[in-house]
């Protein structure tokens, strides 16, 4: 196994696009609000076609094969803006990538990166129904650090 990261080319966005459909799918059954409506994936891809700016679009490869995506985006800190804090806000593995140790040397491959250009943090959202993400997250020593809270008015 050889994971590695590449950046996503202009060519290539439509089909990291149609992988994170079906990540956002799979997702659905972890967000409690998706009883109501589905997430929003037209609106989301959108979006990130219109505004990707300080996003960094990665293929997951595994021996030079797709094995999954990345979704990174750079900002600096608040309120000390001389750091830069990289959030890991889609993070996906194809189904049979799983279980094989791909995910975790693809975020070690992320961890080793922003290590290297001085990054001072870097973040993982999850969804707070997903206990194998919670899981993983846990073993790649990364720490609960805030609960964001959510309530229609």
């Keep these: ?11 290539e966005r439509e089909a990291l696009f149609a992988m994170l459909r079906d990540y956002m799918a799979e997702m659905d059954a972890f967000d409690p609000t998706a009883v109501e409506a589905p997430f929003a994936i037209d609106r989301y891809l959108d979006a990130l076609r219109e505004d990707d700016e300080d996003r960094e679009l990665l293929w997951i490869l ?24 990289a959030t890991i806000s889609e993070f996906y593995v194809l189904p049979a990538f799983r279980r094989r140790g791909v995910g975790a040397a693809a975020v070690q491959a992320i961890l080793d990166d922003h290590r290297a250009r001085g990054t001072y943090e870097v973040e993982a959202g999850i969804l707070r129904d997903n206990v194998l993400a919670q899981a993983f997250w846990a073993r790649m020593g990364f720490e609960v650090r805030f609960y964001q809270t959510a309530r229609r008015p």
Excluded at 62 to 85: E, N, S, W, Y
Aim: proline share 6%; charged share 20%.
């Design 1 to 11: 196994m050889t994971v590695t990261l590449a950046t996503v080319a202009a060519a």
């Design 62 to 85: 595994d021996g030079g094969t797709r094995a999954g995506l990345a979704i990174v985006r750079v900002l600096p800190d608040f309120p000390d803006d001389g750091r830069m804090v």
